[in-house]
């Protein structure tokens, strides 16, 4: 079982900063990746970035060179560092992590947390 915790929400100005974190809890050795998704109202959740156990990372079209994603060595905090903010960055945040044992594959979800940009 795997437990997300996001912090990190915030309303900031456009062109600004803003870092993300995702705590989790849990076994680490069935964890396959982490990833950062957002939702803006009236859209469907949409992928921001993903990060693998051996640090492999995939972003948008719409956010590379912009956001990065990172982690600790253990995957117990999953950061999702963003800069250059735009108003269309908007949206409820979610952490996402994928584990697999036993021939299983599992999706967890945090609770979300608000990032408001401001133009």
């Known amino acids: 079982q795997v437990q997300l915790v996001e912090s990190g929400a915030g309303l900031v100005q456009a062109g600004g900063p803003l870092r993300l974190s995702c705590a989790r809890s849990?076994?680490?050795?069935?964890?396959?990746?982490m990833g950062w998704y957002r939702q803006a109202p009236g859209n469907e959740r949409e992928l921001v970035a993903t990060?693998?156990?051996?640090?492999?990372?995939n972003d948008a079209d719409s956010v590379k060179g912009r956001f990065t994603i990172s982690t600790d060595n253990a995957m117990n905090t999953v950061y999702l560092q963003m800069a250059s903010l735009r108003p269309e960055d908007t949206a409820v945040y979610y952490c996402?992590?994928?584990?697999?044992?036993?021939?299983?594959?599992?999706?967890?979800w945090g609770q979300g947390t608000q990032v408001t940009v401001s133009s």
């Open positions: 996402k992590a994928v584990t697999y044992s036993g021939g299983t594959w599992k999706t967890y």
């Open positions: 990060i693998t156990r051996v640090a492999s990372t």
């Open positions: 849990g076994s680490i050795f069935t964890i396959n990746d």
